[in-house]
């Protein structure tokens, strides 16, 4: 305020005010507004592709929407999401979606740290190991899960050729589809050889910021390998681990593409014959798209959303618990 | 925190000013319409098509009899397109200019007619209603009787087999005889047995594909007239057949129509497979080198309709009179004749079983069968069905359970308890 009243009331520059007063408006426009102006598009994409959306589809959820039968429309209030409670096939797809959830997350994080730890070493083309394990994370999942159904299919699959090696299948061939367990598998090798190098690489960014002699010192107390990695290396990437714990979370509990695509007629969106894989996401696109029932598709995406949230919560503390506690 | 009123007001007056930007390049949407300058308009028509429509030999005909015309072709799998047009529209915009629908979605569609063109309103009524089959004009008719599409092909059944693989397995190979083989499912499902004890392969593909021919040899199919399901009438019986096949151990268990069960043709994985006319042309271009080693004769059971598709033109389209005249030229017996020939759908103008270019034609691939003998006897005499709004998920539903069967996951039988409390569900979901 003060330093602005002294410059526009100094009595010697009145010829120049007015140019002065511009060059003060454009100074002022600069500093408050363009700031703004710059972060606008984010924000304005995010209104419209995430806020939008979520808020729209909320709105559904309250509402009857039948594409087979247009008269039946107007509110519902909660009559989508008493259904849902009662819907054996939503609970079936969570524990679904829970079960290739944790095949995937777990082995995919440990062996990731596994991974970051040696590539941290000093080793002959790291660049190359480094971006080798990143290739899988580039590759367009549509093609990398079309390929691993084939890897995984009865009569002609690569995984059944290889069980047959070790005298396994060779009367009759492991129909991975027809099984929970081998499912299941199945999916959770997909998802784990996408995100294993992804995640490597955010831990070994986050390993190679520990000072060396934090190591020197625990390895003349006497620490090994493994003592170090999971008494320094885990506790001083924590913040990494959390990050990585979330985004799994939330990747693992919307697995779409995977399950899909694994199908035998991915269009039907099955899930298997049984509906042994079918995850939460690929029950609503069916009951969105094949049942033509929009309104109980909105209402299952939001109670999806609040699984998410809760899950992701849990794990945040549960995270911040392991990486020390401290 | 600042939060006066001039604050909001710079963050909204900004926000405006970026929502100007962001929108200021999309103000002109993409036209498909551009004038050639010699006073008619030039115009591309998007068609979407699944299975083998013709179009694609057809398409450079009209292109150069009608040179404002230029036919995008946008070919994909079944299921895909129709969900394709279903979400377009919702979205009320983005749907091709005509698309292709199919039986197993027409009641679908039909519900929805105010999103498609009546054809009624461009006199489709006056000049087509009495060539069809009457059901066939009435399947894709609303109940307030908007007319959404008119009629391609009928699905009429046959009879599929491999001589080749008869011949190795000491079965008879000419039609005649190999037809007296089966005069009845039971009587086919025995023949499989002795070809899958001679030869050690399958003798079908899958067991699915017995069960939607038989179904639609009943009289009744999933639902009746009051939208209600009745599983004990045709389900029941196609069901049973499926069910004996795969006890008889005669079935592949291929998933029909996806990449498995090509593979399966290519690896003479079967020797017999039941087929709609429309499936000739998905045969001829899935193992064109198994040109000659392929014959047609009688289905065990009778006449039944299996499939069978409509041209539609959705309301989304800014051609609609240049849509309608390709739609009207394509089902004229000309091309109607040139489909047949090329790709093998059987036409559903009944006119059309008497022209001699149908009658008397021989399919090459298919060891000169007489296609056109074949499949017009069956498409002249049949009984159709009533399909009901819930016909297709009922469907996957009960196909599902057979898969399970085939797959040694549900003894057969437990299956058909478990089919009818899956068509329950879905029945149920009808609301």
Same mark, same amino acid.
């Given at each position: 305020m003060a330093l602005t009243d002294v410059r526009v009331a100094r009595p010697e520059e009145p010829k120049h005010a007015p140019p002065n007063r511009a060059k003060f408006w454009l100074y002022r426009f600069d500093t408050k507004t363009v700031p703004y102006l710059l972060i606008a598009p984010f924000f304005l994409l995010f209104a419209v592709f995430g806020l939008f959306p979520i808020i729209f589809n909320g709105i559904v959820a309250l509402r009857n929407w039948r594409l087979d039968d247009p008269t039946l429309t107007g509110w519902a209030g909660m009559a989508n999401f008493s259904a849902l409670v009662q819907d054996t096939d939503f609970w079936d797809a969570l524990l679904n979606t829970f079960g290739i959830f944790i095949l995937s997350t777990v082995p995919q994080l440990l062996l990731a740290l596994m991974i970051a730890n040696l590539l941290n070493r000093k080793l002959r083309g790291s660049t190359f190991w480094r971006i080798g394990i990143l290739l899988p994370y580039v590759t367009p999942v549509a093609a990398s899960t079309l390929v691993f159904a084939i890897f995984f299919s009865r009569d002609y699959g690569m995984a059944n050729w290889l069980l047959s090696l070790v005298g396994f299948g060779q009367e009759q061939p492991l129909d991975?589809?027809?099984s929970t367990w081998s499912s299941w598998l199945a999916i959770a090798t997909m998802v784990n050889w996408k995100w294993i190098g992804y995640n490597a690489l955010l831990y070994l960014s986050a390993m190679q910021a520990i000072p060396k002699d934090v190591y020197e010192a625990a390895a003349v107390d006497g620490a090994g390998p493994w003592k170090q990695l999971w008494a320094i290396t885990v506790p001083m990437i924590q913040p990494v681990v959390l990050f990585t714990v979330i985004l799994s979370t939330i990747g693992g509990l919307q697995l779409f593409s995977e399950p899909m695509l694994f199908d035998e007629n991915p269009a039907l969106a099955n899930g298997g014959y049984d509906h042994e894989w079918r995850t939460i996401a690929q029950l609503i696109y069916k009951v969105g798209w094949r049942d033509l029932d929009l309104g109980y598709a909105a209402a299952m995406s939001w109670a999806l959303f609040l699984i998410i949230l809760i899950v992701a919560g849990v794990n945040y503390l549960a995270t911040r618990r392991l990486g020390g506690g401290k | 925190m600042e939060f006066s009123g001039r604050r909001v007001l710079r963050v909204g007056a900004t926000g405006l000013v970026a929502a100007l930007a962001i929108t200021g390049c999309s103000g002109q949407a993409l036209e498909g319409n551009k004038d050639s300058g010699n006073g008619t308009t030039q115009v591309t028509l998007k068609v979407n098509v699944f299975g083998s429509s013709g179009l694609e030999e057809l398409k450079s005909k009209y292109e150069a009899a009608n040179p404002n015309v230029k036919i995008a072709l946008n070919s994909g799998e079944y299921n895909a397109q129709h969900e394709d047009l279903q979400k377009k529209l919702v979205a009320g915009s983005g749907a091709a200019d005509i698309a292709m629908v199919d039986e197993g979605f027409i009641v679908q569609f039909r519900s929805q007619a105010d999103q498609f063109l009546n054809l009624n309103d461009k006199g489709a009524a006056g000049t087509f209603e009495a060539k069809y089959l009457p059901w066939k004009w009435k399947a894709s008719q609303s109940t307030d009787g908007k007319q959404i599409g008119l009629g391609t092909d009928v699905g009429g059944l046959a009879m599929c087999y491999r001589t080749d693989l008869f011949k190795a397995a000491d079965l008879p190979t000419d039609r005649e005889s190999v037809g007296k083989l089966w005069p009845t499912w039971d009587a086919f499902i025995e023949t499989g047995k002795k070809y899958t004890a001679k030869t050690g392969k399958k003798f079908v593909d899958s067991a699915t594909n017995l069960f939607n021919p038989v179904l639609s040899q009943q009289p009744a199919g999933f639902y009746d007239e009051t939208e209600?399901?009745?599983?004990?009438g045709g389900p029941k019986a196609g069901f049973d057949v499926a069910m004996k096949a795969i006890d008889a151990g005669i079935s592949a268990n291929l998933a029909a129509f996806q990449p498995n069960w090509d593979q399966g043709f290519k690896k003479d994985q079967f020797a017999a497979l039941p087929c709609p006319a429309w499936m000739l042309g998905h045969i001829q271009e899935t193992a064109?080198?198994? /040109?000659? /080693?392929w014959d047609i004769t009688a289905i065990p059971g009778g006449g039944g309709n299996w499939g069978g598709s409509w041209w539609t033109i959705p309301k989304q389209t800014k051609n609609a009179d240049e849509a309608y005249k390709l739609v009207s030229w394509l089902v004229q017996p000309e091309q109607q004749i040139e489909i047949f020939k090329t790709v093998g759908n059987l036409p559903s103008q009944p006119e059309l079983y008497k022209d001699p270019a149908v009658l008397d034609y021989k399919k090459e691939f298919f060891t000169d069968a007489p296609t056109g003998q074949i499949f017009a006897a069956t498409a002249a005499n049949l009984q159709p069905q009533y399909l009901g709004k819930k016909n297709g998920p009922t469907r996957v539903a009960v196909e599902n359970v057979i898969n399970r069967v085939g797959q040694g996951k549900l003894k057969s039988a437990d299956a058909w308890a478990e089919a009818v409390k899956d068509a329950e569900k879905v029945a149920k979901s009808a609301k």
């Open positions: 991975w589809r027809a | 209600t399901l009745k599983m004990d064109p080198d198994q /040109k000659g /080693k």
